[in-house]
């Protein structure tokens, strides 16, 4: 119940086209959905989050869906650039008494073509 | 200033050396974490600090110790490590107590390597 699962586990995308990562997760009581963009040799760094009062949210080229009745959330790179190949962690935690445990997904790892 | 910074930036060791990997913030941030990762797995959580109290203890070997001397300072000292514990050592930090949940920062890593 605690598991966060992620697909593709590995994704190519041409220049300007759109990258598409899906995440579901069962535990109810999550209710923080962040995504994390990682490059080699370096730490996780926060894209993007989402609380389940809203469906979408945007900031730039970056956009969470989130769908609670079906427990899914999504993250849309629009645009996509040769500079957003990395790789990227779906997680979900509770917002209070969790300790901040973030549950991550697999990974993705996202490579934009020329 | 919003970087947690770790050093080093590389470790090996062998199995008898006794290191130790420093973590460091200067936001005020209120709780700070011990992840560690292998090579294209997700980040996995050791422990937890907050209010600089170890709060969480997610059944570490103890050849890994934590240490929290201040606020802004994390420790994790190193002893007796085996092979299979080389890994990326990311600490990180959030602005609200452990419990109340929030953004976490991470820093860039310890590239740890045990021979």
């Known amino acids: 119940q605690q598991q966060v699962k992620q697909s593709p586990q590995s994704l190519i995308v041409q220049k300007g086209g759109i990258s598409i990562i899906n995440c579901a997760y069962e535990?109810?009581?999550?209710?923080?959905f962040p995504w994390y963009q990682q490059f080699p040799g370096k730490g996780p760094a926060l894209l993007i989050a989402?609380?389940?009062?809203?469906s979408e949210k945007k900031e730039g080229r970056f956009t969470i869906s989130f769908n609670k009745s079906a427990k899914q959330f999504s993250l849309h790179i629009m645009d996509s650039q040769p500079g957003d190949s990395a790789t990227y962690f779906c997680?979900?935690?509770?917002?209070?008494?969790?300790?901040?445990?973030?549950?991550f997904g697999t990974g993705t790892q996202l490579k934009v073509e020329l | 200033d919003t970087e947690v910074t770790q050093t080093p930036k590389h470790l090996v060791m062998g199995m008898t050396n006794k290191k130790s990997l420093k973590c460091e913030q200067h936001?005020?941030?209120?709780?700070m974490y011990w992840y560690k990762q292998k090579a294209k797995k997700p980040p996995e959580l050791m422990f937890v600090?907050?209010?600089?109290?170890?709060?969480i203890n997610e059944s570490v070997p103890s050849r890994f110790s934590p240490e929290c001397p201040n606020s802004s300072l994390l420790n994790l000292h190193l002893h007796a490590l085996q092979p299979e514990d080389s890994a990326l050592y990311l600490c990180?930090?959030?602005?609200?107590?452990?419990?109340?949940?929030?953004?976490?920062?991470f820093g860039e890593g310890s590239r740890l390597t045990v021979l």
């Open positions: 990180a930090s959030s602005p609200r107590a452990a419990f109340e949940g929030g953004e976490l920062f």
């Open positions: 535990n109810t009581a999550f209710d923080y």
């Open positions: 989402i609380r389940p009062d809203v």
């Open positions: 997680a979900a935690s509770p917002h209070t008494g969790g300790g901040n445990k973030l549950t």
């Open positions: 936001m005020g941030h209120r709780a």
């Open positions: 600090y907050s209010y600089e109290k170890l709060s």
